[in-house]
């Protein structure tokens, strides 16, 4: 149980246009979704957190502009980097919380992107 | 100073070794704490979680937490190359679901 997939894994988009990730919760439903950045041998960075039905949480420091976060139902949030440059290159992940499991967070496989 | 401080490493040890891993925190507002294992390009994957002060143990793996020196720790006992990955400490406080994470541990057994 509590598996989250991510599509897609990998993705090379050009500069300028814009990148969908999604993240899913695969047996269960999550209150709660989040996604972080993760750059090479760093830590997770908390990007922003996304409760179903209503509009996420940014970090400060995160432009919500360029990262729109939509949580349309309890298994699925997207992320869309908008008009990506290449700094935006990094490891997406997300994670989520189990409605009746609040102690903890499950995380997806990761996205990577690169922005040529 | 930092929230939680991870040594990175990278750390090498043979294989059936005692493995200690550690993090230090400055917010005595945490109350959960977890480690996760991250393998190269892979998400981080949940291994432990404790709550508050105290021993945890799941095979070969034991987590502790000292509050009152605002310290945990994870032992792997006879560790394997499968074992070989980047481990994560993560924590939060009691109302805010948000977690803070380590910098991670670079881990290698070698066969």
């Known amino acids: 149980g509590a598996v989250v997939s991510q599509h897609p894994s990998r993705v090379i988009c050009k500069s300028g246009t814009s990148v969908k990730i999604e993240c899913r919760s695969l047996d269960f439903q999550a209150t709660t979704m989040f996604w972080y950045r993760q750059f090479p041998k760093q830590s997770l960075m908390l990007m922003a957190t996304s409760n179903e039905g209503s509009k996420a949480t940014y970090e400060q420091g995160v432009e919500k502009d360029k990262f729109l976060i939509n949580h349309a139902s309890l298994t699925l949030s997207t992320l869309t980097v908008t008009s990506a440059h290449p700094e935006d290159s990094s490891f997406y992940i997300c994670?989520?919380?189990?409605?009746?499991?609040?102690?903890?967070?499950?995380f997806g496989p990761g996205t990577r992107l690169l922005v040529l | 100073q930092k929230e939680v401080e991870q040594d990175p490493g990278p750390l090498s040890v043979p294989e059936g070794a005692i493995v200690s891993l550690n993090c230090t925190y400055s917010?005595?507002?945490?109350?959960?704490f977890m480690w996760y294992r991250q393998y190269s390009r892979k998400g981080p994957e949940l291994l432990m979680y404790t709550y508050s002060s105290g021993n945890k143990e799941d095979g070969r793996f034991t987590a502790q937490v000292d509050k009152s020196s605002k310290y945990i720790s994870l032992f792997i006992r006879d560790s394997q190359p499968s074992d070989s990955a980047t481990y994560l400490c993560?924590?939060?406080?009691?109302?805010?679901?948000?977690?803070?994470f380590g910098k991670g541990t670079l881990l290698t057994v070698n066969p």
């Open positions: 917010n005595s507002a945490f109350q959960y």
């Open positions: 994670s989520a919380r189990l409605w009746d499991r609040e102690e903890t967070q499950y």
């Open positions: 993560a924590m939060r406080g009691g109302s805010n679901y948000k977690l803070t």
